[in-house]
């Protein structure tokens, strides 16, 4: 009976939140048609409900996607509140920046030296680039396909005279040069993810060459300690995500309003089809292909992934990634690898939305650019675009320099960059999921995905001593 009365409170609190969300599209395709009052007690019905449901529920999943809509409340109806609530999400991002480099530095070191076989991490590398080069170049096409037949800046009617912007454009020799660092707590100062990830798979290989095995096991269980203790860390930070979630879409909301969607629908749809597009015809089917649980994938990736949508930022989820991948049964020195390498060369999203961007900027500018000119510049920008996942909107400065390469004029990029929050959400969530579907695709690869704890052990162990059984005493 309880049951029942429980399934009956949840399905009235989510029939609440969805009358308040038909009334909120409603107010926006037809303004004036449901009237102020109305549409505040509609607003605080379904807050409620929402506020409800999470109380049930009682999970992190729950409460993220909760305070969403909480905070695009709050900045709809009180913006110069929300206004205010910056500094919370600035808070949450300044958290989840302090434990990036000391988890990427301690999960790769172990996942490389941890069981001294240098080969399986050259295996690793090549598998990994050859796969993050073609789903990135798959992204390309699509991207390009999708704003040739949408034709999205066509007939936009610039502002007149050329607004001044700044755009730098990096040449093949900078972007490699920028790959690798000159002082690693300059790095980890700026938050260069690429260049953390080259010294940890360095430092990594010359542990693992150090013949002296006392040597090489206080190093190890150092960095051994200094993850797990990290992965705690990112435990107690997630108390926070939801409050830091709330604040980061109220403020946007606060700030550009939801009218924005309809201004610019054109765009910002050819961009959700597009990713959506991409998550069909090219993610699903390598899912299913090696036999990777949809579902059970999905629910394991909903928090990370809410996560990088509220917050714009792939760096933001990148803890959480890890955790829910290895949860998952994606081994810790597999995740380790591929993940942050991922975060440099696998940014499915943003490569999708540089191609559409910067041939939007073109159309825009009534510039006609042949198919050879549009290839030739999507290129550039995936290779210009390399470890940026965990800046927000850092892709607008990307394509800002591309546009300066091409002697492209900049006022189109201020028609992107009015709704580049809401574009950024969806790019920087399909970085994600790209990411995360990796480490199973690589696990799958070297035959060691979804094996338990104990047989991963076993399977680092074996390497180590170079025999096929643990000895009695590591079993349980």
Not at 183 to 199: D, H, P, T, Y
Not at 410 to 422: G, T
């Amino acid at each position: 009976m309880s049951l029942h009365k429980s399934s009956g409170v949840l399905i009235l609190l989510a029939l609440l939140a969805t009358q308040a969300a038909i009334f909120i599209v409603i107010n926006l395709l037809f303004p004036g048609t449901i009237g102020d009052s109305l549409m505040l007690t509609s607003r605080l019905l379904g807050l409620v409900a929402v506020v409800g449901y999470c109380l049930k529920r009682a999970s992190l999943t729950t409460w993220i996607f909760g305070s969403m809509l909480i905070g695009t409340a709050i900045g709809t109806d009180f913006p110069e509140v929300a206004m205010n609530l910056k500094v919370v999400s600035q808070l949450f991002l300044k958290l989840i920046k302090t434990v990036i480099a000391p988890l990427l530095f301690g999960t790769l070191v172990v996942g490389i030296a941890g069981h001294s076989n240098l080969k399986q991490v050259g295996r690793m590398g090549w598998k990994s680039l050859l796969y993050f080069e073609i789903v990135t170049t798959l992204a390309l096409l699509i991207g390009l396909l999708a704003i040739n037949i949408s034709q999205a800046g066509v007939g936009i009617e610039l502002p007149v005279g050329e607004v001044l912007l700044q755009g730098t454009a990096r040449t093949w020799q900078e972007v490699i040069l920028h790959i690798f660092p000159e002082n690693i707590a300059k790095s980890v100062v700026e938050g260069e993810i690429l260049q953390i990830v080259i010294f940890s798979i360095l430092f990594g290989i010359g542990l693992a060459l150090v013949k002296d095995g006392k040597k090489k096991q206080v190093m190890l269980s150092f960095t051994e300690s200094l993850s797990e203790v990290m992965f705690n860390f990112t435990r107690i930070i997630m108390y926070f995500a939801p409050f830091g979630v709330g604040a980061a879409i109220a403020y946007t909301v606060g700030e550009m309003g939801l009218g924005i969607l309809v201004n610019l629908f054109h765009l910002l749809a050819t961009l959700y089809v597009a990713l959506l597009a991409f998550l069909v015809l090219v993610l699903l089917p390598i899912a299913l292909m090696l036999k990777i649980p949809v579902i059970k994938f999905l629910k394991a990736i909903s928090e990370p992934v809410s996560i990088a949508f509220a917050t714009t930022s792939s760096e933001a989820a990148l803890p959480k990634a890890m955790e829910a991948m290895e949860k998952f049964g994606v081994p810790r020195k597999i995740v380790a690898f591929v993940m942050p390498t991922g975060y440099s060369f696998n940014l499915d999203g943003t490569t999708l939305y540089l191609a559409l961007a910067s041939i939007f900027v073109a159309q825009a500018a009534g510039i006609k650019m042949s198919i050879e000119d549009q290839l030739l510049m999507v290129l550039t920008l995936m290779l210009t675009s390399k470890g940026v996942a965990g800046i927000p909107r850092a892709s607008l400065i990307i394509l800002m320099g591309t546009a300066a390469s091409f002697n492209l004029p900049m006022a189109p990029i201020f028609l992107i960059l009015a709704i580049d929050e809401l574009m950024d959400m969806a790019r920087t969530s399909v970085n994600v999921i790209g990411n995360c579907l990796a480490t199973c695709v690589i696990a799958k690869w070297e035959g060691e995905f979804g094996l338990p704890p104990e047989e991963n052990l076993e399977l680092i162990e074996a390497e180590a001593v170079a025999v096929h059984e643990l000895p009695n005493s590591v079993k349980n």
